[in-house]
């Protein structure tokens, strides 16, 4: 009975956590912080062949749109090898913002990262090396607390600047996200205890 009552309270500290977090998410999500930044960090979201994904375009369309209203002066595009592809995540999104009028020196890309805490830790390395000090980050609405928490817990001074408009537009999608971002934000929270090393591949 005791170890039935300690499960009990244990999922329902877990299902608050959850909730509480779920909130923040969806609270932060209408935030736009654009403001100038020495450059836009945009999070991967795949590739449909040799093209990005609805998600990823979405992404990469905002990034573009704050280079020509001056806010960033250059962008860092991020994502690894998709399975089967050829080029990185990366390269073809930066092979689309060329399309999209963005000049050659001022993009920048990572081609290591496969989760949202490598897409920050491999952009700080290129943001360190061109010395830049600021920077927004792109994503989806929902995505921006935790992408925002791993970019200030890595020592980048940053802002939220979401997508205006989400391919997660349904009831059902917009819920999915939500609850899978509350529980990789809750993870996140709860592995930031245990060394670098053993975690760098949590999402």
């Known amino acids: 009975m005791k170890f039935q009552r300690i499960i009990a309270l244990s999922f329902t500290i877990f299902t608050v956590v959850i909730a509480h977090n779920a909130f923040s998410i969806y609270q932060f999500s209408h ?4 403001r100038v930044a020495d450059c836009a960090i945009v999070a991967g979201a795949g590739v449909n062949g040799d093209r990005p994904s609805p998600v990823f ?6 990034a573009v749109w704050l280079y020509r ?22 390269s073809i999104a930066r092979l689309y913002v060329l399309t999209q009028g963005v000049p050659d020196n001022a993009t920048f890309i990572e081609e290591r990262s496969t989760v949202t805490r490598e897409n920050i830790r491999y952009a700080q390395t290129i943001m360190k090396h061109q010395q830049w ?4 980050l792109v994503s989806d609405p929902l995505h921006m607390l935790r992408l925002q928490t791993i970019a200030r817990d890595n020592g ?12 997660y537009q349904s009831w059902w999608l917009q819920t999915r996200f939500l609850l899978r971002e509350s529980f990789y934000y809750s993870g996140y929270h709860l592995l930031r205890l245990i060394p670098v090393q053993n975690n760098s591949t949590i999402m």
């Open 31 to 34: 935030e736009d912080q654009t």
């Open 69 to 90: 209203q001056k806010f960033v002066s250059a962008l860092v595009l991020t994502g690894s090898y998709s399975i089967g592809a050829s080029d990185s995540d990366a």
């Open 156 to 167: 980048i001074n940053s802002w939220s600047s979401p997508t205006p408009s989400t391919r």
């Open 57 to 62: 375009q979405a992404r990469l369309d905002h």
């Open 133 to 136: 000090q600021t920077a927004l």
